[in-house]
Nanobody, 121 residues
Framework: QVQLAESGGGLVQTGGSLRLSCAAS????????VSWHRQAPGKQREMVAR???????YYSDSVKGRFTISGDNAKNTVYLYMNSLQPEDTAVYYC???????????????WGQGTQVTVSS
């Protein structure tokens, strides 16, 4: 069984920084796509960053230049570095991953439970 676990959320002041982690556990052969999403109260979930093997990294316009996504393949972990945080960044942040559990097997998508990020003004 594969699980994704986010961590690193918390309360930070405007202009501050946080690093979120998305750690995948279980039987994993490859994790070619990992995305970070967020959902603020009363709003739809939006993808803010994605790292995909062989493709350019994606950032939404709302976080471009402030957030950085990177991965550690050895640890099956993807990070989201968030700088210059603003109150509008307040949301629950989720990671999702496309994972192949064994060589030549189909991929499947997995989601974590989310971690709360609150930016105070």
């Amino acid at each position: 069984q594969v699980q994704l676990a986010e961590s690193g959320g918390g309360l930070v002041q405007t202009g501050g920084s946080l690093r979120l982690s998305c750690a995948a556990s279980g039987t994993i052969s490859a994790m070619p796509i990992v995305s970070w999403h967020r959902q603020a109260p009363g709003k739809q979930r939006e993808m803010v960053a994605r790292i995909a093997y062989g493709n350019p990294t994606y950032y939404s316009d709302s976080v471009k230049g402030r957030f950085t996504i990177s991965g550690d393949n050895a640890k099956n972990t993807v990070y989201l570095y968030m700088n210059s945080l603003q109150p509008e960044d307040t949301a629950v942040y989720y990671c999702s991953a496309t994972i192949r559990r064994r060589a030549f097997s189909p991929t499947a998508d997995y989601w974590g439970q989310g971690t709360q990020v609150t930016v105070s003004s």
